[in-house]
């Protein structure tokens, strides 16, 4: 069973930067496809960015974040980071890491291609 524990949110000014982790513990880290996604109240929870399996080589966001956000791996600390940076109002949401097991199929910013979930962490961008 893997565990998911994200940190790293709090308050912040817009302009203002933020990073995020998401330790992993149980399984094989290296092994999974990790994915961030955010949930604004009253709206549906949505892809922010990947990062591929072992090397972390390959990497995707959602339009609305590219230039601003970068996700990064270290597998030696299990751990997945969202570097957030030149952060909006409309970036408040929690944020949510989530693990992909190499067997899932799906794209990755489907939250269907995702096999755990941390609890999320609240990010805040005030005006």
């Known amino acids: 069973q893997v565990q998911l524990v994200e940190s790293g949110g709090g308050l912040v000014q817009a302009g203002g930067s933020l990073r995020l982790s998401c330790a992993a513990s149980?399984?094989?880290?290296?092994?999974?496809?990790m994915g961030w996604f955010r949930q604004a109240p009253g709206k549906e929870r949505e892809f922010v960015a990947a990062v591929s399996w072992w090397t972390g080589s390959s990497t995707g966001y959602a339009d609305s974040v590219k230039g601003r956000f970068i996700i990064s791996r270290d597998n030696a600390k299990n751990t997945a980071y969202l570097q957030m940076n030149s952060l909006k109002p409309e970036d408040t949401a929690v944020y949510y890491c989530?693990?992909?097991?190499?067997?899932?199929?799906?794209?990755?910013?489907?939250?269907?291609?995702?096999?755990?979930w941390g609890q999320g962490t609240q990010v805040t961008v005030s005006s």
């Open positions: 149980g399984g094989t880290f290296r092994t999974y496809r």
């Open positions: 989530a693990a992909g097991l190499p067997g899932t199929s799906g794209n990755y910013y489907d939250t269907g291609r995702y096999d755990y």
